[in-house]
């Protein structure tokens, strides 16, 4: 299984990211996709998962700001975040919801995004 997670940047308060997340190696269409993220100094938090069909999950800091979406023909997951905050910076990762690899989610390089005062 590979994930590559892109679309990281700097941001300016009230700006707009899209992340990008290729999978590679699982039948992507079936399994619910999720992104969290890591703040610096901070534990990894639940950001928005996506079921297969788009069924969708976001955690309360992000409801109505950010939008998780997939294209199960490009096995692509998207999480377009908007009105970013401070608070939002972070290392972002995807991974599918349902994967474990010795006991513990399977991670990307994951991608940063730093949103400025």
């Known amino acids: 299984v590979q994930l590559v997670e892109s679309g990281g940047g700097l941001v300016q308060t009230g700006g707009s990211l899209r992340l990008s997340c290729e999978v590679s190696g699982l039948i992507f269409s079936i399994n619910v996709m999720g992104w969290f993220r890591q703040p610096p100094g901070k534990q990894r938090e639940f950001v928005a998962e996506?079921?297969?069909?788009?069924?969708?999950k976001y955690g309360d800091s992000v409801q109505g700001r950010f939008i998780i979406s997939r294209d199960n023909a490009k096995n692509t997951a998207y999480l377009e975040m908007n009105n970013l905050k401070p608070e939002d910076s972070g290392v972002y990762y995807c991974?599918?919801?349902?994967?474990?690899?010795?006991?513990?989610?399977?991670w990307g390089q994951g991608t940063q995004v730093t949103v400025s005062t």
């Open positions: 991974t599918p919801m349902g994967l474990r690899i010795d006991g513990g989610r399977f």
């Open positions: 996506i079921t297969g069909r788009g069924s969708t």
